[in-house]
């Protein structure tokens, strides 16, 4: 493609490719265990599904030809982005490959995504579906979330995916990208890209890609949402330690249940509860 309309990107988004189907079925079938109901299930399928990459070897690797931060903007230049069956084959991708794989790949779970393009960059980002308002609900930081058209956002910096960074690793560089370049991004849905650019059409792929290790995903995911759990908690329970207020004891319960902690969760709202009294 040539780069004249970053919303092009959204024609190699194919959630409707059954081998992409067919690898998010396997990666959420192997972490079935370490899913926990109470969790934002957007939240939770990203998580996974991230992690299954990393746990399948899927590298960054710049495009050679043409790398995306030397064609981006430029009319005549003319880029090449992989289908994300592709990327899945071969494990290694660009900026554009690997947002346009994890996208696609949340999309066929129906999570509703979009891609940022800022200053020879592009990545990913997707819908957590929880009000504006109730940022607490992903985490208590409301800077760690995007309020956009009503729902909090995630944005995801894939090029992270390298066996040592884990998901909130890449969210909180997702973050970093977003305030950075405040005056020069760009935030596109894929459902407004493809009102203009429709998705490729497919043949059937033939040969299907690898699934990710089921053990190997499970530690993953479980070791990945342990790290975000800790993020999330320790300030809550930092600040009702300062403050000893109901509200902060409530904040810190509600959070460790979310993340399947009980004891602690039972121990904050039994403080909550001895405030009121």
């Known amino acids: 493609l040539t780069w004249d309309d970053d919303r092009k990107v959204g ?32 939240l939770q399928v ?8 990393a746990v399948l070897g899927i590298q960054y690797q710049e495009d050679a030809s043409s790398p995306f931060t030397r064609v981006q903007g430029k009319v005549a230049a003319v880029d090449s982005i992989n289908l994300p069956r592709t990327t899945l084959r ?15 790949l949340l999309e066929t779970r129906s999570i509703r995504t979009a891609f940022i393009t ?4 592009i990545y990913a980002a997707f819908d957590t579906g929880a009000p504006a308002d109730s940022f607490a609900e992903i985490h208590p930081d409301r800077g760690m979330t995007i309020a956009l058209r009503g729902t909090l956002w995630i944005p995801v910096e894939v090029t992270l995916l390298d066996g040592r960074s884990d998901f909130l690793a ?8 977003w305030n950075q370049f405040a005056r020069e991004r760009a935030f596109i849905t894929t459902a407004d890209a493809q009102a203009l650019y429709a998705p490729v059409g497919l043949q ?6 690898t699934p990710p290790a ?9 070791a990945s949402r342990e790290k975000l759990a800790d993020a999330v908690i320790k300030p809550l329970a930092q600040e009702a330690q300062k403050t000893k207020g109901k509200r902060a004891y409530n904040r810190l319960g509600l959070a460790a249940a979310r993340f399947g902690r009980s004891p602690p969760a039972v121990a904050a709202f039994a403080a909550a509860v001895k405030v009121e009294a």
């Open 118 to 121: 800022v200053p020879g960059h």
């Open 90 to 104: 071969q494990r290694y991708g660009d900026c554009d490959d690997l947002t346009v794989l994890f996208t696609s």
């Open 11 to 42: 024609a190699f988004i194919t959630p409707q490719d059954s081998s992409l189907k067919a690898w998010t079925a396997a990666a959420s079938e192997s972490a079935r265990d370490a899913a926990l109901p109470g969790l934002n299930q957007p």
């Open 204 to 209: 059937e792929a033939l040969i299907q890609p």
């Open 214 to 222: 089921r053990e190997a995903v499970l530690r993953s995911v479980t």
């Open 46 to 53: 990203a998580l996974q599904v991230y992690q299954s990459l």
């Open 170 to 177: 890449a969210w909180q560089r997702g973050i970093e990208l």
